[in-house]
C-alpha cells in the first residue's frame, strides 16, 4: 500500500469544504496535516472539523511551507489572493492542486505554468466539468473522429447571488466570466480547442445601485476558432435565486448533443437519422474524479487531464474576452505558449 500524501488546505472558505470532503473520501491515500487561511479561526475551524484538531493551522503560507513536510497542497484561495504559494510549492517539491482562476494576469498565470514545469510537480486546476460523464462521452466521439468536426458550441451559465464583497469588484474577482463562466470557457477549449478571436459584451444591469459591484452581471461572448467554428458563452447574475444553472448544445457534423449539465446530455446522431437517441444519464462525483486523477497522476508521473498549462490557457481566452467588452473590439487571440 503507498504511503499517504501529506496534504494541507490554503485557503479554508466555503468551497474548501468540498475539497477536505474529497480528500476523506480518499482517506487511504491523503492524510489532511495542515491548514492555512488568512483568518486563523477559520483554519482553526477546519482542523476542528476533519481532523480533530490535530493539524497544524497557519495564517501566513510562508510559515506553513518552512514549518510542515507536505507532498501537496490544495490551494482555495480566491484568485485575487494568489501571490507565490504556487512558485514556493514547485520549489520544495510540492505537487498542486488549485481552484481556478489560477490568477487575475495572465503574466502571473505563466509563472506559475513554468515555476511548475520547471520543478516537475504534478499539477491540477479545478474544472471540474472536464470529470462529467457525459462531457467525456463526447471527448471520446470527437477525439476518435466519430462525431465529425464540432462547427458550433452554445454554453450558458446563469445565478443569482450578490456572492462575497470580493466578488462583486473586477479587480478583485475578474468579473463573472473570469471567476465563474470560466467554466464554460474551459468546456469550450476542452472539445474545440484554442480559439483564434474573441469578441464580449459585458454590462451591469441588475445592480447598479449596490455598492462597490463593479463586475457585468450579464454578457454574452463569441469565440472564433481558426477552421472557422464559433462559440458562445451567455451569463448572468439576475437570474434566478438559489439556482445554478449550466447547460451547453454542441453541434458537430455527426451530432447534435444538448447537455443539462455536464453528467447528462442526449446524443442525436444526425447523420444517421434512424439511430435512436443516446441518452447518458449519471450521479458521477466530478470533484472526486477530478482528485482521482491528480492523485493517480502523482502516483504514475503521468499528466493531469486539467494542468495548470490548460488553467493558464483558459485564463487567458476569458481575459481576451474581457478585454473585447472593454474596447468594444474582437480581440485576435495569440497563440498560447
Known sequence: ?????????LGCGGFAHRHAHTLQLLKDDFEMVAFCNRTIEKATAFSEKYTNGRAPVFSDHHKMFEQIPLDVVVI???????????????????HVFIEKPIALTSEQAWRMVNAAENA??????????????????????IDSGEAGPVGLMSARYFCNSLHSPWWRKRDL???????????????????????????????NIFHQDVDDYTVEDVSATIFGFPRGSVGVIYAT????????INDYR??????????????????????????????IASDRDFYLSEMQDFLAAIRTGQKTRTPLREGAKSLGL????????????????????
Open 1 to 9: 500500500m503507498s504511503q499517504r500524501l501529506r496534504t494541507a488546505i
Open 76 to 94: 482555495s484561495l480566491p484568485p485575487y489572493a494568489h501571490s507565490d504559494q504556487v512558485e514556493i510549492a514547485a520549489s520544495l517539491g510540492v
Open 120 to 141: 516537475g510537480i504534478i499539477t491540477q486546476v479545478g474544472f471540474m466539468f472536464r470529470f462529467g460523464e457525459a462531457i467525456e462521452h463526447l471527448k471520446g466521439l
Open 173 to 203: 474577482s475578474g468579473g463573472q466570466l473570469v471567476e465563474q463562466a470560466i467554466h464554460m470557457v474551459d468546456l469550450m477549449r476542452f472539445l474545440m480547442g484554442d480559439a483564434s478571436t474573441a469578441y464580449s459584451r459585458q454590462q
Open 237 to 244: 447574475n439576475g437570474a434566478i435565486p438559489n439556482r445554478w
Open 250 to 279: 454542441v453541434v458537430s457534423r455527426n451530432l447534435t448533443v444538448e447537455f443539462t449539465d455536464a453528467n447528462h446530455a442526449t446524443f442525436h446522431h444526425t447523420a444517421e437519422p434512424d439511430r435512436k437517441a443516446e441518452v
Open 318 to 337: 476569458a481575459l481576451a474576452a474581457t478585454r473585447s467588452a472593454q474596447t468594444g473590439s474582437e480581440v485576435r487571440i495569440s497563440e498560447p505558449k
